[in-house]
């Protein structure tokens, strides 16, 4: 069977998700970092080792949104984490699942990609941003930053640091040479 006549994936049910405990270490303990960093939660490094600052994060993320506080990452906190996180506030990459990846998947199509709309980060979802970064001009290298949100939704502007300067303002330094 060739990969065109593969049905694609299926993106991951919470359900489905490994259970995350207190004091895990590997990839899903990275995602739930990354998705916490996504909701705000500052000071957690993204490395796969689910310390005390991970568990005082998922506890309190559990409370706000009123779940068990048990620290523990099952269906209910995994379906939460991905289905809240805001467009733009992590770094979408292959295997990624969330409600931004479905955000991202629906511009794409805006823009007239051939993606489906599932909120799981595939290959489909990859080769379109590829695509999407060689026509800017860009590093093809599938992954998607602040400035890929900027031009997919249209905006002129890459920066993402207004200036707090006004024309009229002169600098108090003056050089000369």
């Not at 899903?28 to 991970?54: M, N, P, W």
């Not at 906190?77 to 699942?97: E, H």
Request: proline share 8%; charged share 25%; with cysteine.
């Amino acid at each position: 069977m060739s990969e065109g006549d593969r049905p694609p994936p299926t993106p991951p049910n919470p359900a489905d998700c490994p259970v995350v405990y207190p004091w895990d270490r590997g990839a899903s303990v990275a995602e739930v970092q990354e998705l916490l960093c996504g909701h705000g939660f500052q000071g957690i490094r993204i490395d796969g080792d689910y310390g005390s600052k991970t568990e005082r994060a998922v506890k309190l993320y559990q409370k706000r949104h009123g779940l068990r506080i048990d620290g523990v990452v099952g269906p209910e906190t995994w379906a939460s984490l991905r289905s809240t996180i805001k467009p733009g506030s992590r770094l979408l990459q292959m295997g990624l699942v969330g409600s931004d990846v479905m955000e991202l998947q629906g511009l794409l199509r805006v823009c007239g990609y051939d993606v489906r709309r599932d909120g799981y980060f595939g290959e489909k979802t990859r080769a379109a941003i590829r695509t999407f970064q060689r026509q800017h001009q860009l590093r093809p290298d599938g992954t998607v930053n602040p400035m890929i949100w900027t031009l997919l939704r249209g905006r002129k502007s890459i920066s993402p640091i207004p200036s707090t300067r006004t024309p009229k303002q002169k600098s108090r330094f003056k050089f000369f040479y």
